[in-house]
């Protein structure tokens, strides 16, 4: 196969069946699609609250975080969750996730809750190779009606990329089993530094 060529089904179920692609479990097989997986949600999310400082500091959100973040976790086939109009939070997927050094994984929303006004995710859609555990998506709701969000249902689809062998993705959020706040932005330190002192 070219490298760059997008997988399709056939080669996605190879990839499944010899665990070189891990998307565990798929409760379904109508899941794999022609060229996509469809993912589902997860039973935890994190709320933005309002926080003391009353606004997020990118550079030193690792800080803060508890401040403004808050867990909720459902309990499946009971509860719901609402999410309110314009409202952000984030969640992730049931699946967990697992590629090798030479694919790529791109995330997108599914058309049918985009279409009832849900974003899911609001810019993270690459998927490194060697990327390992739950993928968190950034949920907005764009409309002006809430939206009820069941633990399971399917709204996301990833796609996978082959790609000439690299490094293994080494960033902060790999091995994620639970959504995992922003961390500390390096760059932004040593742009900081550069800042006059007040």
Known sequence: MPIGMMLTRKRILGYLSTREIVVDPILNEKQINCASIDLRLDNYFMEFKTAKTGVIDPARIHEEHKSFLEGVELEFFQDCYYLQPKKFILAQTFEYLALPNHIVGHLDGRSTVAREGLTVHAAAGLIDPGFRGHLV???????????????????????????????????????????RPPGKDKDLEKILKLFPKT
């Open 137 to 179: 998506f950034e949920m907005l709701n764009a409309g002006e009606m809430p939206i009820k969000l069941y633990p399971l249902m399917k709204v996301a689809k990833i796609a996978f990329h082959d790609t000439e062998k690299t490094m293994e993705y080494p960033g902060e959020y790999n091995i994620q089993v639970r959504i």
